[in-house]
């Protein structure tokens, strides 16, 4: 009678323990929050010291998360665990009377304080994804065939809800992944879509930094060019600096970022290689070199821009946020992009071949009289004005006789260079031929293009060339200004009229502005 008794009560505890199991895997919302509940359970049912349950992380087992009587977290590398190899998923003694079994392991790992009894390990499709730490009781007594069925039972009925738990992790993961995936396509989408519509270059390499900056959730990003003619790396656009108007001036050609070699750096080795590199490592990547600016680089991601096999450039994404490191992932949606920067840069590179002046990067005459059509077609259609600048060097064969062709070449660039700082962004320059340049300005007046034109005159005779210690070139330049319609509906007429007022400013003491208006030429002084 007295063993049925017990009998009885044995069994009435384990129908109380499975229903409380039963209550705790209802009202659990997360794996993590399941496994705190039933190590608590578990702990007080057998009197245990210690029970940790570790979860699988990105290859590392830990005990973050999961609620416990110890504040302390503990981890292990699964790929270091030799318990994980037997394949065993009952649970496993791992004492005997030497002491705890793979010694070293525990050691390696800082375990000691667990005092591990058994090990039960949890497998989904043959893949371990929870390890079980069972300490020994607090009377330190041995473990009984009814405690050790008690965890079984225990285990049994938890098992299936924990794969449940880790199924619906891996599908909202995917899920997560599949709409991250959808949501780059998307924008790979739009950018190629963009390489075709927006023709300023700045622009569109703005906006796909800005694009590869954001999914990534970096801080900043560069997009370095290669120019053959010194063989460099220079920077060209930039996105995400802090001091907005030096990035500004950087994008508008204002300021010029140092030159160089492509043999030197993390970005001379993506140039040369013509392969990507990611690195973590800051300053302390030994690849970095001075101009790496090493110092403010936590994590970078190098990618090289290639057209038709030949390296152009380099896209840099620098610093993920939030103290991340930048993945694989990251380096593949990068490496997209960059492919779309890479068509854009090469076209425009073509572009600038077939209707830029190599020597002043201004439009060439044969392009200039195309975007003129363009511009008066526009005035047709909208009932506007337009003015034409033409602008003459003078004197400028003496300089060439005196000094050279080379010299000459200096002072030609200095001022395309300053044509392109002092006019307005909807300006249209070009160099004529030789020593004469003209600029196209839309919606602009007769006045209002002498205000521009004045403007120009004095900006350009402020430039001095230094063509040794002692002899400083100061070039001055003749304007003539003509308008549309009123000078002429035809587009020859037009720039005839422009002509011959710049003509007439060379008649009267050069360096002063004429302009044709009303059928008469109007001098306006310096």
């Known amino acids: 009678l007295a063993e049925k008794l017990y009998s009885l009560q044995k069994n009435v505890l384990e129908l109380h323990n499975l229903f409380d199991l039963n209550m705790v895997a209802n009202q659990s919302r997360t794996i993590e929050d399941l496994l705190s509940k039933v190590a608590f359970l578990v702990k007080s049912s057998l009197g245990l010291k210690t029970i940790r349950f570790f979860l699988l992380n990105n290859g590392i087992f830990q005990t973050k998360n999961i609620v416990s009587d110890s504040d302390m977290d503990f981890e292990f590398d699964a790929d270091n665990a030799p318990f994980l190899q037997v394949g065993n998923d009952d649970i496993i003694k791992v004492t005997n009377h030497e002491g705890i079994i793979y010694k070293a392991f525990w050691n390696t790992n800082k375990l000691q304080e667990l005092q591990t009894e058994y090990l039960k390990i949890f497998y989904n499709d043959s893949q371990a994804f929870c390890v079980c730490s069972i300490s ?3 009377d330190d007594s041995e473990f009984s065939d009814d405690d050790l069925r008690y965890i079984n039972q225990v285990f049994s009925c938890v098992e299936p809800i924990m794969r449940k738990f880790i199924q619906t992790k891996e599908q909202e993961s995917k899920i997560v992944e599949l709409n991250k995936t959808l949501h780059n396509l998307s924008i790979l989408y739009n950018i190629s879509q963009a390489v075709n519509f927006i023709d300023d270059l700045k622009r569109l390499i703005s906006v796909i930094l800005d694009k590869a900056i954001e999914t990534v959730n970096a801080e900043k990003g560069s997009l370095m060019l290669y120019d053959p003619s010194d063989n460099t790396l220079q920077v060209k656009v930039v996105y995400g600096l802090k001091d907005k108007k030096h990035e500004d001036d950087i994008n508008n050609g204002l300021v010029e970022c140092q030159k160089m070699k492509p043999e030197s750096g993390i970005a001379g080795k993506v140039f040369t290689e013509k392969r990507s590199i990611i690195t973590n ?17 936590s994590s970078l991601i190098c990618v090289p821009l290639i057209a038709k096999g030949e390296c152009i450039g380099i896209i840099n994404i620098t610093n993920k946020k939030n103290g991340k490191l930048f993945n694989k992932k990251d380096l593949e949606f990068v490496e997209a992009l960059a492919n779309q920067a890479a068509i854009a840069v090469d076209n425009a590179q073509l572009y600038e071949l077939a209707t830029k002046d190599g020597l002043t990067k201004l439009y060439i005459h044969r392009h200039f009289y195309f975007l003129l059509e363009s511009e008066i077609k526009r005035v047709q259609r909208y009932h506007h004005v337009l003015s034409l600048l033409m602008l003459d060097i003078d004197n400028f064969k003496q300089v060439n006789d005196t000094y050279g062709h080379l010299v000459g070449d200096m002072v030609l660039k200095e001022i395309a260079t300053t044509i392109q700082k002092t006019i307005r962004h909807v300006d249209i320059p070009a160099r004529y031929g030789g020593e004469e340049f003209t600029i196209i300005l839309p919606e602009t007046a007769a006045l209002n293009a002498v205000i521009i034109a004045e403007r120009l ?4 005779s402020e430039i001095e060339v230094h063509v040794d210690n002692e002899t400083i070139i100061r070039p001055t330049v003749s304007i003539g200004i003509s308008e549309y319609p009123n000078a002429s509906e035809d ?21 002063c502005i004429h302009l044709y208006f009303d059928g008469a030429f109007t001098r306006y002084n310096p």
Do not use: M
């Open 136 to 138: 020994k009781k607090e």
């Open 281 to 297: 490592l800051g300053g302390q990547d030994p690849r970095f070199n001075r101009f790496d600016d090493s110092n403010n680089v």
């Open 491 to 511: 587009i020859k007429e037009l720039i005839d009229w422009a002509d011959k007022a710049l003509y007439v400013s060379k008649e009267n003491g050069k360096n």
């Open 457 to 460: 005159r004095k900006k350009i």
